[in-house]
């Protein structure tokens, strides 16, 4: 299996705090995506990288999140303003040739 | 866009038993299929790719059937045991893409 890392496993936060977390891509993977899961259901697409490139995210990380791959081994997704509503896992997946492998993830909990 | 609807959310069998997870896609140049488990807890692992031009895979203890024409995808486990008590994932992406669209998911339980 590849190895993505993420940092750190867990967060905890306060509402209006900031958070920031951090995905090592697997060696040579060009694409890198982020997703939100809560409480183990469905993932919910947050943003898209190609070459260290946004291709395409959803309104609430244009609004309220801030995501960027400034190298080709590292990605990191920030939220400027926590919510308790963003309390979840957030998993970073990257890939090449259409298969993507996914981190361990970091559990966020907005108290 | 592509649709994947997953069925069913949750499901129950007893250890032994068979299983199976369904997924239907939208988009008619869907070309890579995948399913992924998760375990309580865990992250996502990927249990099978799957391309286009494929209609059966095997892997331990389950088989994967991709149905073309009626854009179906399934997982079949056999004989299930504690250890394939987890959440299944199905994911399509089209050729050439590397959007990739996911199920709801499907939380199986192995009951002893």
């Known amino acids: 299996d590849a190895a993505v890392t993420q940092k750190p496993r867990y967060l905890i936060k306060m509402k209006g705090q900031e958070a920031e977390m951090k995905c090592i891509p697997e060696?040579?993977?060009?694409?890198v995506f982020w997703y939100q899961q809560k409480q183990s259901k469905e993932l919910k697409f947050l943003i898209y990288?190609?070459?260290?490139?946004?291709?395409?995210q959803i309104d609430m990380v244009k609004e309220r999140f801030s995501a960027v791959c400034p190298s080709s081994s590292l990605c990191s997704l920030g939220i400027r303003t926590c919510e308790a509503e963003d309390s979840a896992l957030y998993l970073c997946?990257?890939?090449?040739?259409?298969?993507?492998?996914f981190g361990a993830g970091t559990r966020l909990s907005v108290l | 866009g592509e649709q994947v609807e997953q069925r069913p959310p949750h499901l129950s069998v007893r250890e032994g038993d068979s299983a199976v997870i369904t997924c239907t896609y939208t988009d008619p140049n869907s070309y890579y299929f995948f399913w992924y488990k998760q375990e309580p807890g865990a992250s996502l692992q990927l249990l099978m790719k799957?391309?286009?031009?494929?209609e059966i895979n095997e892997g331990q203890g389950f088989t994967v059937l991709l149905n073309k024409k009626d854009k179906r995808l399934s997982l079949n486990l056999t004989a299930a045991h504690p250890g394939d008590s987890a959440a299944y994932f199905c994911?399509?992406?089209?050729?050439?893409?590397?959007?990739?669209?996911f199920g709801a998911g499907t939380k199986l339980t192995i009951k002893p």
């Open positions: 997946s990257s890939g090449q040739q259409n298969t993507l492998y």
């Open positions: 799957v391309f286009s031009s494929t």
């Open positions: 994911a399509v992406s089209p050729y050439g893409n590397e959007k990739i669209t």
């Open positions: 060696k040579g993977h060009t694409a």
């Open positions: 990288f190609q070459n260290q490139q946004p291709l395409d």
